[in-house]
């Protein structure tokens, strides 16, 4: 299976033994991945310093990585789908919840 060899790759911490990854932990691992990290350093940045460029970017990019998570919740066909039946990805409705949060207050600063 795909998940079988990717999980040991994308997450060398986690092993079968640990059990399955929580959606809170989900949350700590989408925190320090580089697209999380660009997303929540953009929202930040537009809330403290609403300008037009770095607005637009905030929404564009925590738009993207929204798509990015609704597509792993309505889907088991692909392999983020099986990382997530094998365990060493967690549901992704606690991010997906997040990034709403995040889309809301970006695009209700003005």
Excluded: K
């Amino acid at each position: 299976m795909v998940a079988d060899a990717l999980c040991p790759r994308l997450r060398p911490d986690w092993s079968p033994t640990d059990g399955a990854v929580g959606a809170l932990a989900e949350v700590g691992y989408f925190a320090t991945h580089p697209v999380g990290v660009a997303a929540l350093v953009l929202a930040a940045l537009s809330l403290l310093r609403p300008t037009p460029l770095v607005r637009y970017a905030a929404l564009v990019v925590v738009s993207f990585a929204l798509l990015g998570e609704v597509e792993t919740l309505f889907s088991n066909i692909t392999v983020a789908g099986q990382l997530y039946s094998e365990g060493c990805r967690g549901a992704p409705w606690a991010t997906g919840a997040l990034l709403i949060a995040l889309l809301g207050a970006v695009a209700w600063r003005n």
